[in-house]
């Protein structure tokens, strides 16, 4: 019986073949989706016209080839291949798309033979037997393609439709340009939108925290008052109270010693690989995600596993990797010093090795190829600097799962002051120090104190001489410290994958936000940065050094999708698709009613855009320099607006412009108002900086949206 075996890269292709070699069949990889749904006008010639209308053919979208790089002639060998094989075995990713991939384009084809499945998280030859020896029927895995399949229609008609929507009723007479709506773009801006409102809008408070030196009899270390933060102390003179009576103070300590253990951080997938990179070297998300596809599929290097991932666990056969692995690393100089005779292996969810939480995703954590350890000296010769710092993180990482936990002893010291006068009358305030002693290193050995997601350490934190419960002390050179609250930070590209994985926390229906950190947020690894940089294309979003900040065009279109159609803008649309989906593979939908459902909601949505006609946005104006908080930075690099190539959205990309709306370059425009107004909320507290200041306030603040940004940047600055 002639056999075809259909993987998803070429990668996943050349481990099957070194793991079963042609027991099974011929192995043929794709690369990622083959095919692409048809463009509008392939379905209805009248739809080549861009307008308000709904996208929406009478049945699906048709498949066609897809025409870019080497997919026609691996689309052309599969084909080939599934004419003269009497079966098929998709070993596909096994998740939802991976599904699409494989079966799509044994559809597209019109293949009637019997399919069978191969499931499998890793890429390790005995993973790969495993699951060749327990093949599956293809048909269970039917409603998980018909999942998939609406999921993918249902993002072709909601995010043409409204983009062609947005950018024909919301533009500018006369301006070019694509304003890109879709189901993942568009709460990507919000996020970006709403962290740029909550800084604009922050008004600092002062406050003020207590210190003074403790005096025992072993020593001296210092103790503070510190309120937690819906306690502060706003008033100077109730701080300055509190520092005269602390002074001179005497009194006993309470001391409590409490022996600590905290285990290694969790290993990497994509997102956090690239949040990592970005706060220590400032690599934005496609720099990371360049470098480690380098160290994993580059020629001669192949030093890690799939980059793509989107767990942070391994499966519990790879525990038989371990000495393998740890004796290989700790035979390079950087790793030599450490004893990792005795390798700790944590399983279940709270520890690193877990089945379970690899069920229904693709690919586990990003860690060092187990299989190319005996050669592993020249691979790394071969590295440039950049490749061999991530590679060092990525081997770090994994080493640390194996070392024992973090031990110390912590000491907690409180004394109580009291202040004549103070409310409730008699109620002493609490002075309080934190001392950590180290008692066993265990994996923090690895990373040299800087590890990736420590926790914080705790404030105040410090060296403590010997010292008892109940001890006496003496408080003096009491102190009163002036502080400030500081706004949010922006997001750098690292953070605001982090926050599109995490966007549950931008929903408040516990139902929804649960399903959405099921769905790990909106997007998902591979798409996230391509959603950014299509958001920066379009000029919704700009650099400034290595922040990411929403240009005028960004916000004013935030703004008229919050208060017109906020479904939009709403990461809890994701969610709730997610939940219609699912309902598909439990059985409980028909995959065609989901589609028309969602395309009710696109129809409604288009009448809701279609309210706001003559709604002027310009593209073409540059973002300015933001203000500054409280780092440095440089001042923001424009976005640009531009044509794009494919029109089958994926994850929230949108369509081509028509050809008539051609990009525009605003380097090369001369500088003008962008023609926005402000926001209400900007021009309220622009004019509230004005009475408060007694500055004059520019008549254009009142109309033009650059000019009220600048002068919120010059009058509302945050002391550092």
């Given at each position: 019986m002639a056999t075809v075996i259909i993987t998803e890269k070429s990668s996943q292709a050349k481990d099957l073949r070194a793991a079963l070699g042609d027991r099974f069949g011929r192995i043929l990889p794709a690369?990622?989706?083959?095919?692409?749904?048809?463009?509008?006008?392939?379905?209805?010639?009248?739809?080549?016209?861009?307008?308000?209308?709904?996208?929406?053919?009478?049945?699906?979208?048709?498949?066609?080839?897809?025409?870019?790089?080497?997919?026609?002639?691996?689309?052309?060998?599969?084909?080939?291949?599934?004419?003269?094989?009497?079966?098929?075995i998709l070993a596909t990713d096994c998740?939802?798309?991976?599904?699409?991939?494989?079966?799509?384009?044994?559809?597209?084809?019109?293949?009637?033979?019997?399919?069978?499945?191969?499931?499998?998280?890793?890429?390790?030859?005995?993973?790969?037997?495993?699951?060749?020896d327990r093949l599956k029927p293809n048909a269970e895995l039917r409603p998980v393609y018909e999942a998939a399949v609406a999921r993918q229609q249902a993002d072709q008609i909601f995010n043409l439709s409204l983009t062609r929507t947005a950018t024909t009723t919301l533009l500018a007479p006369g301006v070019k340009g694509v304003i890109g709506i879709g189901r993942v773009k568009t709460p990507t801006l919000a996020i970006v939108c709403l962290r740029e409102l909550e800084?604009?809008?922050?008004?600092?408070?002062?406050?003020?925290?207590?210190?003074?030196?403790?005096?025992?009899?072993?020593?001296?270390?210092?103790?503070?008052?510190?309120?937690?933060?819906?306690?502060?102390?706003?008033?100077?003179?109730?701080?300055?109270?509190?520092?005269?009576?602390?002074?001179g103070c005497r009194g006993p300590l309470a001391v409590t010693v409490e022996e600590k253990r905290q285990g290694p951080p969790r290993l990497f997938d994509l997102p956090a690989l690239q949040k990592t990179c970005g706060q220590r070297w400032g690599w934005n998300a496609d720099k990371t995600l360049a470098v480690a596809q380098e160290l994993y599929d580059g020629d001669g290097k192949k030093l890690i596993t799939y980059p793509r991932a989107e767990a942070r666990y391994l499966s519990e056969n790879q525990i038989a990797d371990v000495p393998a692995v740890v004796g290989a690393l700790t035979a390079l100089r950087g790793f030599a010093h450490l004893d990792i005779s005795r390798p700790v292996i944590r399983k279940g969810k709270s520890g690193h090795f877990h089945d379970k939480s690899l069920e229904g995703v693709s690919h586990h954590a990003i860690v060092p190829n187990v299989n190319v350890l005996n050669d592993l000296e020249p691979r790394l010769a071969r590295l440039s600097d950049d490749e061999k710092r991530l590679f060092a993180l990525i081997c770090r990482s994994y080493l640390a799962i194996v070392m024992p936990d973090y031990e110390y002893r912590q000491t907690t010291i409180t004394m109580p002051v009291p202040v004549p006068g103070s409310m409730p009358p008699g109620k002493p305030v609490e002075f309080r120090t934190i001392g950590r002693v180290p008692i066993r290193l265990g994996w923090k050995q690895v990373f040299g104190g800087t590890e990736p997601g420590a926790p914080a350490e705790p404030e105040n934190e410090q060296t403590?001489?010997?010292?008892?419960?109940?001890?006496?002390?003496?408080?003096?050179?009491?102190?009163?410290?002036?502080?400030?609250?500081?706004?949010?930070?922006?997001?750098?590209?690292?953070?605001?994958?982090?926050?599109?994985?995490?966007?549950?926390?931008?929903?408040?229906?516990?139902?929804?936000?649960?399903?959405?950190?099921?769905?790990?947020?909106?997007?998902?690894?591979?798409?996230?940065?391509?959603?950014?940089?299509?958001?920066?294309?379009?000029?919704?979003?700009?650099?400034?050094?290595?922040?990411?900040v929403p240009t005028p065009a960004g916000l004013h279109l935030f703004e008229l999708l919050r208060t017109s159609a906020p479904v939009l803008v709403d990461p809890g649309t994701t969610a709730v698709w997610e939940m219609r989906l699912d309902e598909i593979v439990t059985g409980r939908a028909e995959f065609r009613h989901v589609i028309d459902g969602i395309a009710t909601e696109a129809e409604r949505l288009i009448g809701a855009l279609r309210s706001r006609r003559g709604t002027a946005l310009d593209l073409g104006a540059p973002a300015p320099p933001v203000a500054k908080t409280p780092s440095k930075r440089r001042a923001a690099a424009p976005?640009?607006?531009?044509?794009?190539?494919?029109?089958?959205?994926?994850?929230?990309?949108?369509?081509?412009?028509?050809?008539?709306?051609?990009?525009?370059?605003?380097?090369?425009?001369?500088?003008?108002?962008?023609?926005?107004?402000?926001?209400?909320?900007?021009?309220?507290?622009?004019?509230?900086?004005?009475?408060?200041?007694?500055?004059p306030l520019p008549p254009e603040v009142s109309t033009d949206f650059d000019a009220c940004r600048k002068f919120l940047d010059a009058h509302a600055k945050v002391s550092p």
């Open positions: 690369e990622g989706h083959l095919l692409r749904l048809a463009e509008p006008d392939e379905v209805n010639p009248a739809w080549k016209r861009w307008s308000s209308a709904l996208l929406k053919p009478d049945g699906l979208y048709p498949t066609r080839p897809d025409p870019n790089g080497n997919k026609p002639a691996k689309f052309q060998a599969i084909a080939s291949a599934l004419k003269a094989c009497d079966r098929v998740d939802r798309e991976g599904q699409l991939i494989g079966q799509e384009i044994l559809e597209h084809v019109g293949f009637r033979g019997p399919v069978l499945r191969a499931i499998f998280t890793a890429q390790d030859p005995k993973t790969i037997r495993d699951a060749f800084i604009l809008n922050f008004k600092p408070e002062d406050y003020f925290e207590v210190t003074a030196t403790a005096t025992v009899g072993a020593g001296t270390f210092l103790m503070r008052h510190a309120p937690p933060p819906k306690d502060r102390i706003k008033d100077r003179a109730r701080a300055e109270a509190i520092a005269a009576a602390a002074e403590l001489p010997p010292v008892n419960d109940g001890d006496p002390a003496t408080l003096s050179d009491a102190k009163v410290e002036a502080k400030r609250t500081q706004p949010p930070p922006r997001y750098n590209e690292g953070t605001l994958i982090d926050a599109m994985q995490n966007a549950w926390r931008f929903v408040e229906d516990p139902a929804l936000r649960d399903r959405l950190k099921e769905a790990k947020g909106i997007g998902t690894p591979a798409t996230r940065a391509e959603v950014i940089k299509g958001l920066k294309r379009q000029n919704m979003l700009a650099t400034d050094g290595k922040l990411v976005g640009t607006a531009r044509k794009r190539k494919s029109a089958a959205p994926a994850d929230g990309e949108a369509s081509a412009a028509p050809k008539r709306r051609r990009a525009t370059t605003p380097r090369k425009a001369a500088p003008k108002p962008s023609g926005n107004p402000p926001t209400e909320k900007m021009l309220a507290f622009a004019n509230s900086l004005a009475t408060r200041k007694g500055v």
